[in-house]
């Protein structure tokens, strides 16, 4: 059974930065692109970011370039999500989601997680 | 590349239902669209992948398709139940971007 794990959340001030991290298992983890997919109190869903199984490829949403890093550690089936330079519209739930396939293309989530609540707030 | 979704739709139970998808800045049939509905309080779940295959544990009264002529995708719910009360998202991608439709709020009369 897939079990898809997301810890980290919290209250932030802006400025701020914060570290998300998603267990996994119940399938080989390095043959999985992962990504992270958010929704803000009342909004839709948002793509973040997202990474390859073990290519080391990565994509990231225009929102988030350069303040957020995706990593995963395929040896503990985790994922991560280091977040810097946070505003108040990054607050959202943040869900750690599996895709189909290995590669980021085609992107198509086949299990998502409960997700984790980023409050950016002063 | 963007997909738009009429904001909600409502219906009477047993009825049916067809959500559209519409792709604008690129071909809905170049990438596999997806849906995933999501409860009230509760995380998405992947109901149709790849255009029209639906995982297993989903009823078949889901289905969905493409048509190229309005560049758009489609999900049908028939039969509809107080449980199909929910959200449903189309989602996309192409060579260098991920999204996600604005979701539409399906409300069971």
């Known amino acids: 059974e897939v079990q898809i794990l997301e810890s980290g959340g919290g209250l932030v001030q802006p400025g701020g930065s914060l570290r998300l991290s998603c267990a996994a298992s119940g399938f080989t983890f390095r043959n999985f692109a992962m990504a992270w997919v958010r929704q803000a109190p009342g909004k839709g869903l948002e793509w973040v970011s997202a990474i390859g199984g073990n290519d080391g490829s990565t994509y990231y949403a225009v929102s988030v370039r350069g303040r957020f890093t995706i990593s995963r550690d395929n040896s503990n089936n985790m994922l991560f999500l280091q977040m810097h330079s946070l505003r108040v519209e990054d607050t959202a739930l943040y869900y750690c989601?599996?895709?189909?396939?290995?590669?980021?293309?085609?992107?198509?989530?086949?299990?998502w997680g409960q997700g984790t609540l980023v409050t950016v707030s002063s | 590349f963007m997909l738009t979704q009429p904001h909600s739709m409502s219906e009477s139970p047993g009825k049916t239902i067809t959500i559209s998808c519409t792709g604008s800045g690129g071909n809905i049939d170049s990438n596999y669209v997806q849906w995933y509905q999501q409860r009230p309080g509760r995380a998405p779940t992947t109901i149709i992948y790849r255009d029209d295959q639906r995982p297993s544990g989903v009823p078949d009264r889901f289905s969905a398709s493409i048509d190229t002529s309005s560049n758009s995708a489609s999900l049908t719910i028939s039969g509809l139940m107080t449980e199909d009360e929910a959200d449903y998202y189309c989602?996309?991608?192409?060579?260098?971007?991920?999204?996600f439709g604005g979701g539409t709020k399906v409300t069971v009369l």
């Open positions: 989602q996309s991608y192409d060579d260098s971007t991920r999204v």
């Open positions: 989601v599996k895709d189909r396939g290995r590669w980021l293309i085609p992107a198509w989530v086949d299990y």
